[in-house]
C-alpha cells in the first residue's frame, strides 16, 4: 500500500509545535511525538494539503512555509509512504485541541529527549544542520527498528547501539545521531606496528580536514566505526582496505583488547559527542608506505614514529592528535609481553 502525506513542523522562539499521539489505539504513531500534518485528499498539491492539515490540526492558518524535503517511509509491513516534510515560521489564528493527540511547543534541543522514530532523528538533523532541499528514505522492519536509511540516493552509516557490557541494545541509530546525542557504539582500531632493534615503530595517519571530528589530527594506523549487523574483525578488514588499501586477511590481526572512549567536544561549529567501545588490533606484518593507497577523504598522509617517543608526545602535548593515552599504553603494554619480534 502505498500513500501520499504531508508532515509540518512549526517554529517559534527556538521551539518546534509538537504532536504527542495518545488518542487513537490503533495508530503506528502511538505514544510518538510528530509534527502535524496528514494524508492527501483527491487531487490536492502538497501545499494545499499542508495548509488543510495544519488548520485542522491546530486552527492555525501558516502564513510562511517551506519545503524541506521528501521522506520515503518504507514500514517493513507493506506500507510505503512518500512524506512532504514542511517547516513554517509564520501563522496566525486561535488554537484548537487536536483530535490526533496532545499539542505542545518544545524546546528545539529538547525534542531530542522525546520518543522519535528513529529516523525522524535524521531529518532533524538535516532540517538542523543544511538549508537544501534532500530527499530521506527510512526503512524499518516491520517493528519499528530502522534498517537503512538514504540521503540523495546515498546509504547513511547505522550503528548497532550497546549496552555498557558491549551487548545490542537492539536500537539502531544514523552516524551524525549517534555522534550528536553521544549513543554508545562499536569502533575498530587497528595499530600497525613494525619491529625493530629497539623497540618498535608505530604508523600514524594524519586525519584529514574534512573529517566530523578531529581534523588534522594525528590517530590510529586505521580505525572505523562498525555499521549496524557487523562483526569486529569484519570491519577491521574493511577499513584497513579502505582507508590504506591494504588487503589483510583476520589472522593477521592480533586481538589486543576492548577500550572505553568518550568525549565531547565542536567542530566545524556543530558539537559532536563520542562514546565508543573498541575492539583494538595489531598488525605486524610488513607495511611500505609508498606502496599504500591512502582515501583522501579520510587522511591527509602516514607516518612511522617510535613507539616511546609516540607516547612521550602523545602526553606532553607536542603531538596534535586524537590517540587515548590509555589505549597506546595498553597497546605497548602487549607489545612488550607477547615479544612480537
Same mark, same amino acid.
Given at each position: 500500500m502505498t500513500g501520499l502525506s504531508t508532515l509540518c513542523y512549526i517554529e517559534k522562539d527556538h521551539k518546534y509545535l509538537m504532536l504527542h499521539r495518545v488518542v487513537k489505539k490503533n495508530d503506528v504513531n502511538k505514544d510518538k511525538w510528530i509534527g502535524v500534518g496528514g494524508h492527501f485528499e483527491e487531487d490536492e498539491s502538497p501545499e494545499e494539503c499542508l495548509l488543510r492539515e495544519v488548520w485542522e490540526e491546530t486552527g492555525y492558518r501558516l502564513t510562511d512555509y517551506r519545503f524541506r524535503g521528501i521522506v520515503t517511509f518504507v514500514s517493513g509491513d507493506g506500507v510505503t509512504e512518500y512524506m512532504h516534510l514542511f517547516t513554517a515560521t509564520g501563522f496566525e489564528g486561535t488554537p !484548537?485541541?487536536?483530535?490526533?493527540?496532545? =499539542?505542545?511547543?518544545?524546546?528545539?534541543?529538547?525534542?531530542?529527549? =522525546?520518543? #522519535?522514530?528513529?529516523?525522524?532523528?535524521?531529518?532533524?538533523?538535516?532540517?538542523?544542520?543544511?538549508?537544501?532541499?534532500?530527499?530521506?528514505?527510512?526503512?524499518?522492519?516491520?517493528?519499528?527498528?530502522? !534498517?537503512?536509511?538514504? #540521503?540523495?540516493?546515498?546509504?547513511? /552509516?547505522?550503528?548497532?547501539?550497546?549496552?555498557?557490557?558491549?551487548?545490542?541494545? @537492539?536500537?539502531?541509530?544514523?552516524? @551524525?545521531?549517534?555522534?550528536?546525542?553521544?549513543?554508545?557504539? @562499536?569502533?575498530?582500531?587497528?595499530?600497525? !606496528?613494525?619491529?625493530?632493534?629497539?623497540?618498535?615503530? !608505530?604508523? #600514524?595517519?594524519?586525519?584529514s580536514e574534512m573529517k566530523d571530528s578531529n581534523p588534522g589530527d594525528y590517530d590510529i594506523s586505521s580505525a572505523g566505526h562498525m555499521a549496524a549487523g557487523d562483526d569486529p574483525l569484519q570491519a577491521s578488514v574493511r577499513e584497513m582496505k579502505e582507508e590504506l588499501g591494504l588487503d589483510v586477511r583476520p589472522e593477521q590481526l592480533h586481538y589486543v583488547g576492548k577500550h572505553r572512549g568518550a568525549f565531547?567536544?565542536?567542530?566545524?561549529?556543530?558539537?559532536? %559527542?563520542?562514546?565508543?567501545?573498541?575492539?583494538?588490533?595489531?598488525?605486524?606484518?610488513?607495511?611500505?608506505?609508498?606502496? +599504500?593507497?591512502?582515501?583522501?577523504?579520510? +587522511?591527509?598522509?602516514? %607516518?612511522?614514529?617510535?613507539?616511546? /617517543?609516540?607516547? %612521550?608526545?602523545? =602526553?606532553?602535548?607536542?603531538?596534535?592528535?586524537?590517540?587515548?593515552?590509555?589505549?597506546?599504553?595498553?597497546? @605497548?603494554?602487549?607489545?612488550?609481553?607477547?615479544?612480537?619480534?
Open positions: !484548537v485541541p487536536c483530535n490526533e493527540g496532545v =499539542l505542545e511547543w518544545v524546546d528545539k534541543d529538547d525534542v531530542w529527549n =522525546l520518543n #522519535l522514530w528513529e529516523g525522524d532523528k535524521i531529518f532533524f538533523r538535516l532540517l538542523d544542520e543544511r538549508d537544501s532541499f534532500f530527499s530521506l528514505k527510512l526503512v524499518y522492519d516491520g517493528c519499528g527498528c530502522l !534498517v537503512s536509511a538514504d #540521503l540523495d540516493g546515498q546509504p547513511m /552509516e547505522l550503528f548497532d547501539i550497546l549496552h555498557e557490557d558491549g551487548t545490542k541494545t @537492539g536500537v539502531v541509530k544514523e552516524r @551524525g545521531v549517534a555522534h550528536r546525542e553521544g549513543a554508545l557504539h @562499536g569502533t575498530v582500531h587497528i595499530w600497525i !606496528v613494525r619491529p625493530k632493534e629497539s623497540g618498535f615503530d !608505530v604508523l #600514524l595517519q594524519k586525519r565531547e567536544a565542536v567542530f566545524h561549529g556543530k558539537m559532536f %559527542r563520542d562514546n565508543e567501545i573498541s575492539s583494538v588490533y595489531v598488525y605486524t606484518d610488513p607495511v611500505e608506505i609508498e606502496q +599504500l593507497t591512502l582515501q583522501e577523504e579520510e +587522511l591527509e598522509e602516514v %607516518r612511522w614514529m617510535d613507539y616511546e /617517543e609516540c607516547h %612521550r608526545r602523545i =602526553l606532553d602535548g607536542s603531538l596534535p592528535n586524537c590517540i587515548y593515552e590509555d589505549e597506546f599504553r595498553m597497546v @605497548g603494554e602487549y607489545l612488550k609481553e607477547t615479544d612480537m619480534k
